[in-house]
Every structure is written in C-alpha cells, then in structure tokens.
C-alpha cells in the first residue's frame, strides 16, 4: 500500500487534533467526578486502528525495508521525525530528533581462508562478524587456551603468553566433577562467558592476543538463521569516525573443523581436551602446529544512520533527571534479491506501538497528567546490523546512563508463534527479573490488573538455545547495568522473508501489549522511589 506525503500529512494532522480535542475534553470535566483512572484512560487511546494506519505506510513498498543507511530508512526517520514534532514534542538532540551515528558497510564476501594448503568457504566453513578492520592474519600455530576466560575462579590466560598470537578456544565454560556449572550463578545455570561471544573477545584482547577462534558447536542451524545477514553487505560502527580502540578479529568455526584440526595436537580432540581439564580441575592449554592465513578481501563504504527520539520531561523537580527508555526499532533488511522486506512485524509493529505510547504519554502530559520521571520513547536504527544504534546510545548517551532506570524494548508483537496458534493472548518476556525483581513484579501487576495477557517466560531462560535476552536492543542497556524487559512475540514463517507484511498483523493484540508496556511504564515514571537493581551476575 503506498500512501503519498499529501496523505502521511493528513493523518498526522488527524492524529494531533485528536490530541487536542482530547485534551479540552479532559479540562473541561468536572473536578467533583469521581477519581479517574488516569493510567487506564491514556492507556485505551493506544488504537489499533492508529497502529494499523501507521504501519501501513511504514511497512509500504516505498520504504524499500527501511535497510539502515539506505533512502528507505532515512524516509522512515523523517516520517517518525514528523510524527513527534506533530504531539508538539521539542527535540531533544541540540536541536534535533535524530541521533544520527556513523557507520562503515563492508563487502566481506570474498574473504579467502587456508590452512595446511586447504581452502575454506566463507559461510559455509567458517564465518565472522564485521566489526574489525585487519585485512591479513597469518601464523605457524595457533595457541590452545582452554575456554578463554579470565576470572578469579577460573584462568585460562594465567601464566600463559598469547601476545601477538592466534588464540583457538573451546565453546562454553568450565563445571567441576559433578557437572556443576563452576561460574554460573547456580550449579545449573551457566555464566556470561557462555552466552555472549564477546567477553571472550574482551579477554583475549586483555592478553593481548592478535586474533580468536571460537567453536560454534549449533553450526548449520545458526548459519541458517544468519545466512542473510552475513551474504549482504554488514554494516559496524564507523570505529576510525568514532575514534575507539580497534576490535580483534574472531573467526567461528564449526565443530567438526576444530576437531580435525586438534587431532594434530596432543589434546586430539574438543571432548578430550575437556575431559582432562574437567578431570583435573585446572585450564590446560597447548600449541597447535599449523599453517594459517587469512585475507578479508574487504570492500568498505561510509553510511550514516538515525536513532529517533521523543523526550518528555517529568514533571516532578526532584525526579525528572531521571529517564524510562521505551525502545523498538525501525529498520529492517532492505531488498533481496530484488524483492523488498517490508519488516511488518520485525519490527514494524513495535515501532508504531512506541509511536502510540509516545502519543499517550504527551496527552497525559498535555491533561496535567504527566509522568513525574521523565520517558525518552526512542526508535533506533541498525539493530538488523548488530543492535548498533542502542549500542552508540548507550556509548554516547544523550541522558546520563546512571540516570536511565529502565528500558522497555519492543521487537516483534504483531504476529503468532507456532506454539501458541491455538491462543494468541500471549508475549514473551524476557529479562524482566534479570536485574530488578521489582521490574518483573510490577510487570505481573500491570498486566494483572489491566490486560490479562498470558505472559511467556519461555525465553528467558538462562539456557535458552536461541539466546533471544543478548539479540535485541535492550541488551545495550542491561549490559551497562540497566533493568529492561524484552516484548516479544516469537518467530514465525514470515521471519526475514518479504511475506512479512502489514495485512498480517494482529493489530489488537498489538495495541494490547502496547497498553502492557504503557502500564508498566506509568507505574516506574510514577512511584515515589526508584526500582530497586537487586540482582547480580546475570545482565
């Protein structure tokens, strides 16, 4: 559906003549009515009728997939741009609704990688994020150091020199003899150095070595899920523009390569190797001989992108420094193979929700009601690329990191999983008591008391395979500290493809989670004291 600027003009004018309509309405109730409901009134002008007409246009043909960097996402900026400046809304960005970053697309397709005379396959063989600029690797040997990890528990790194050296490591972390997880915040539970492959990256570099070798133990299916995003171009934060210290280059293998590889070694294989460390209690490490190069083959190309942010100001002195962060965001994958993506649910759907809580916050504001926390509602850019607009917020944040208590982050709740086509009353939450119980017992509330959603806990779950709490923006935050919960309605058939379209959405189920989010958002901007972090070891 493609509707032209006369017609996006239009309905943002609707939109805020409903706001001022609705505004008068209020100021001219009588003050002997009964107490209003205020949470629950702004609540139920999230519309679905609303979210569907702004879907519609951003999910359209004309925004090409809202690619990061591409005509497509910088029209879909500006209609996001307009619509805050529509609520009446100042910017907040010297000026500005945009946080624009810089970013680096590199072609990396014709990478070429061998070892001991043998050719490897990007993608097929191996694979790597962009994210560092080394154009050449080449070694005699790699240096085996256990799981690659530095804690007080557990040393790889002790006594062991990787500098300027090729490090090959194993998947996971360390259990002692009984199977017990040794840095986990439980015996069953398994720690950080398991689920983000960059605290591993980061002890490397501390080493000092010159490069990783990371096992992918799920190869195929996670390529599978990837393959799109690795064959087009990616796209990183500009480092030489924003002036950070260089990345070390990591290079994923399956296991089927590392154990072919170790039988040269005296540790013969990944189980083995294991086997004696779990044995012994200790990180044992070794020297693999082998002839090694690597050649990126790199094409880079310089782009900018836009984070877009609508700021309301508390209302309370003594409160309003400090922020609630509602995000979602709004780009998607572009063309492929000449067929558009228009990214209905991913993540069109979250987009216009934060569009209507936006919208629901300002009437409270306007009505006298506002919230006494101030609420940065913000669509981001680049999280198709590798969260990358949450991640240069978060690096050079426009309101203090310290002063943000929360991020609620909205990524796909428009559509069914396949575990739930029987009810679709339902969301996935993730992370919600990962750092704050309080967070997750007012979410409970919230929803209890107004939207009665079946809520799913499903996906956060410390060993949850597909790893859902570190793939979505809010991630940014609770890596800083920062309490979030992650709305999410699971994947289904239409995932990345470019059947993923508006008229396939559920738009009350939509406006309902909206309200969810709303309700739990009114409650943290609204309560005489801050929500507590009261949980340690699992952001």
Not at 423 to 449: A, F, K, M, P, Q
Request: with cysteine.
């Amino acid at each position: 559906m493609l509707i032209d600027r006369k017609g996006r003009l239009l309905f943002l004018f609707m939109l805020l003549s409903s706001v001022v309509f609705g505004q008068e309405a209020l100021m001219n109730s009588s003050q002997d009515e009964p107490a209003t409901d205020w949470a629950g009134f702004y609540a139920n002008e999230i519309s679905a009728d609303e979210l569907r007409t702004h879907l519609m246009i951003l999910a359209s043909d004309e925004y090409e997939g809202r690619e990061t960097g591409m005509p497509g996402q910088k029209l879909a900026a500006e209609y996001i741009q307009n619509y805050f400046k529509s609520l009446g809304v100042e910017p907040c960005v010297d000026g500005s609704y945009y946080q624009s970053f810089p970013l680096k697309r590199t072609d990396q397709s014709k990478a070429a990688l061998n070892m001991d005379g043998l050719e490897y396959d990007y993608i097929e063989d191996y694979y790597f994020f962009p994210g560092f600029d080394v154009e050449t690797l080449s070694s005699e040997s790699f240096v085996l150091a256990g799981y690659g990890i530095n804690h007080e528990d557990w040393n790889d790194y002790e006594n062991l020199d990787v500098k300027d050296k090729i490090v090959l490591v194993l998947p996971g972390e360390p259990k002692d003899k009984a199977g017990n997880y040794i840095l986990g915040v439980g015996p069953d539970q398994s720690s950080e150095w398991s689920g983000d492959f960059r605290v591993k990256r980061e002890a490397a570099m501390k080493a000092g070595a010159r490069a990783l070798i990371m096992v992918n133990t799920d190869y195929n299916a996670y390529i599978g899920r990837i393959k799109n995003f690795l064959l087009y171009p990616p796209m990183r934060l500009d480092m030489e523009r924003e002036e950070r210290q260089e990345v070390l280059p990591v290079l994923f293998f399956p296991s089927s390569t590392v154990d072919a590889l170790l039988k040269k070694s005296k540790l013969k294989s990944m189980e083995k190797w294991e086997k004696k460390m779990r044995k012994k209690q200790t990180s044992i490490s070794g020297e693999l001989k082998i002839d090694f190069s690597f050649r990126m083959n790199a094409v880079n190309e310089s782009l900018m992108a836009e984070n877009v942010l609508c700021f309301i100001e508390g209302s309370d002195p003594l409160l309003k420094k400090e922020i609630v962060v509602i995000t979602a965001h709004y780009d998607h994958v572009g063309i492929i193979n000449g067929e558009i993506h228009n990214g209905a649910d991913d993540d069109g759907s979250g987009t216009v929700a934060a569009l209507e809580i936006a919208q629901s916050f300002v009437m409270a504001k306007e009505g006298g009601k506002g919230p006494r926390r101030s609420v940065l509602v913000m669509t981001v850019s680049g999280e198709e690329k590798g969260l990358l607009g949450s991640e240069w917020y978060a690096d050079h944040p426009v309101f203090p990191l310290e002063n943000t208590i929360v991020d609620l982050n909205i990524d796909m709740i428009g559509r069914v999983d396949p575990a739930h086509e029987a009810d679709s009353n339902y969301v996935y939450l993730i992370g919600s008591d990962r750092l704050s119980t309080e967070l997750h017992e007012i979410s409970e509330d919230c929803n209890s008391e107004y939207t009665q959603i079946d809520l799913d806990y499903t996906f956060n779950a410390e060993d949850d395979p597909n790893r859902f709490y570190y793939r979505s923006d809010h991630y940014n935050f609770a890596k800083n500290g920062i309490p979030c919960i992650f709305y999410f309605s699971g994947v289904h058939e239409d995932y990345h493809k470019p059947t993923d379209t508006p008229d396939k959405i559920m738009y009350e189920k939509t406006a309902n989670i909206a309200r969810l989010i709303f309700h739990t958002a009114w409650v943290l901007a609204n309560q005489d004291k801050t929500i507590e972090v009261d949980v340690v070891g699992k952001n």
